[in-house]
């Protein structure tokens, strides 16, 4: 049997490429958050006790409650914005997850993605594989800096999604005003 491929000119993550090139020459890896410390004892022990207490079973898809009350709390606390736990947070396994579930959600055949380029490398193949089609808003070194006027002139009937990863992955750039 032969497998295709929804996506066949997708290679290499760079990521993947850059974790290779690190330990092939024996730098320090940037591309990647690899951790380099030991497990704290208290997440260990804290583990073990909700292991004990039988809270290992599938979480509803939405997240468990009580995290999502937890979550709620420190959005209240931190950024003084009231969000609803039951209809406005889903707490997913990581972010690529979550990029790929809510362009799933929201991209159709036709649509339009607005994407600041360079990016992390999940957005095109998500909006790819469900129909949609990139449009790139390059951004260039030094100052990675965004021509709003250029990304209200992609700005049509078909835009359904603006992606705008703050601070930009891989550029490192932080954004502090729109």
Known sequence: MTLDSKLPAVGTTIFSVMSALAAEHGALNLSQGFPDYAVDPKLIGLVERYLGA???????????????????????RVHGLLVDAEQEITV???????????????????????????????????????????MPVRLVAPE???????????????????????????????YRRF
Do not use: H
């Open 144 to 174: 990675f800096a965004v021509d709003w006027d250029y990304v209200k002139s992609l700005i049509t009937l078909r835009t359904r999604l603006i992606i705008l990863n703050n601070p930009n992955n891989p550029a490192c750039r932080v």
């Open 92 to 134: 997913t396994a990581g972010g690529t997850e979550a990029i790929f579930t809510t362009i799933a959600a929201l991209i159709r055949p036709g649509d339009e993605v607005i994407n600041f380029e360079p990016a992390y490398d999940c957005y095109a193949p998500a909006v790819t594989l469900f129909g949609g089609a990139m």
């Open 54 to 76: 039988g809270t290992n079973q599938y979480a509803p898809m939405t997240g468990v409650a009580v995290l999502r009350e937890r979550i709620q709390e420190k959005f209240q």
